[in-house]
């Protein structure tokens, strides 16, 4: 069964500095992973996702995530951090159920 | 806005008592999911909708709840006779597969309708 396990549940940064948010996953096969984010009172949203192209992805607000096979992680960077990423970030895995397996999340503090 | 349109945001009830949620989804979306979020949780799956047919259903979803959409449109979830542990956020999300077998795709998330049985 495909599951991921986000391995911090709190991440403090400051203004200006690197973001690390760190996901392994576990899969039988190769997996499709998501990242999405949740802001209070908003809807989630999808940031990027891994669907077995390029290992490195890009996606929205500056954010982009490795795909490591050898080390089953897809972790999400960010170069530096805004105040505006201060959120709910999950790592999710597409089962092959054709539904999605969340993570617990990350809630992301971004100290001025 | 065309986004995912969730009513009503906010619930409170009685244990023991009836609730109905509705979903309207991104027009053009063929797929429809129903997923719970607990406080410090992420999100799990509940069931999901190809136009009307409901496709998967999660053991989460016990005989008190039943979800309909009944002309591949809106959806509907109900959660009859209430009990405390059915707090929660109840999320909608939907997404396009047209030219797909596979897979979910991007899914695009309503802002969730929160219920808090007393």
């Known amino acids: 069964a495909q599951s991921v396990t986000q391995l911090d549940s709190h991440v403090s940064v400051s203004e200006g500095t690197p973001v690390l948010l760190r996901c392994n996953y576990s899969?039988?096969?190769?997996?499709?992973l998501f990242w999405y984010v949740q802001h209070p009172n908003k809807g989630l949203q999808l940031l990027l996702k891994?669907?077995?192209?390029?290992?490195l992805v890009k996606g929205i607000n500056g954010f982009e995530a490795e795909f490591k096979k050898s080390e089953t992680s897809f972790h999400l960077t960010k170069p530096s951090a805004h105040m505006s990423d201060a959120a709910e970030y999950f790592c999710?895995?597409?089962?092959?159920?054709?539904?999605?397996?969340f993570g617990t999340g990350t809630r992301l503090t971004v100290i001025p | 806005d065309t986004g995912v349109s969730q009513n009503p945001r906010h619930k409170i009830t009685k244990r023991g008592q009836n609730v109905t949620f509705r979903c309207d989804p991104i027009?053009?979306?063929?797929?429809l999911y129903w997923y719970r979020q607990t406080l410090g949780q992420g999100p799990e799956f509940l069931t999901y909708?190809?136009?009307?047919?409901?496709?998967?259903k999660s053991r989460l979803l016990s005989d008190r709840f039943s979800a309909e959409r009944p002309k591949g449109s809106f959806s509907t979830l109900e959660i009859q006779r209430t009990e405390q542990g059915d707090s929660a956020m109840y999320l909608c999300?939907?997404?396009?597969?047209?030219?797909?077998?596979?897979?979910?795709?991007?899914?695009?998330f309503g802002e969730g309708s929160r219920l808090t049985v007393l």
């Open positions: 999710v895995v597409e089962t092959g159920a054709n539904n999605l397996f």
């Open positions: 999300a939907s997404s396009s597969l047209r030219g797909r077998l596979v897979g979910t795709g991007e899914l695009f």
């Open positions: 027009s053009e979306h063929n797929r």
């Open positions: 899969s039988s096969y190769s997996p499709s």
């Open positions: 909708f190809q136009n009307e047919a409901q496709l998967e």
């Open positions: 891994y669907t077995s192209a390029a290992t």
